[in-house]
């Protein structure tokens, strides 16, 4: 998800029993259903724990809210994640990840997890284009080109095709 969506998440957006969130706020004002790992809902269903615990009654009926049960302002994400990369020495003087780094990395891996398996990347773009929440699958090609790892995978791939081994 775009951080933006993710802030925007209403109360009844995230069903951690079902494994859905509904995404009102995409980009181009499009709705769209996003499934979810059982891993990720059980961590969500903590966090409404952990919600309810800390403000039993937000002043706003968003699934993400501060402390103080306030929405979430994009600086208060930044903060809390530059603090967690830090601790996890993921951020260092050289590197300064950033939270929409975390949305591409599972588009490479995606790829690269369905290349190293043999899967149809042409049937796969379109799949993973609208999980993305792109409006189109050729907004979702420029991932093949941006990582040079994953440039090899299929550039790999790209010459067992042509020697006519699968």
Known sequence: MRVGEAMGLGGGDVDPVEGIITVRAAKFDRVRLVPLHASVTDKLADYLTERKRLCPTPSCDRFFVT????????????????????????????????????????????????????????????VLSTYLGHVEPANTYWYLEAVPELMQIVAKRLERYEAGVS
Do not use: M, S, Y
């Open 67 to 126: 402390v103080k049960g306030r929405p979430l302002q994009r600086r208060d994400v930044d903060v809390v994640f530059a603090d967690i990369t830090t601790t996890i020495g993921l951020r260092t003087e050289a590197v300064h990840p950033r939270v929409h780094d975390l949305r591409h990395t599972f588009a490479v891996r995606t790829l690269i997890d369905a290349h190293r398996k043999g899967a149809d990347i042409n049937a796969l773009l379109p």
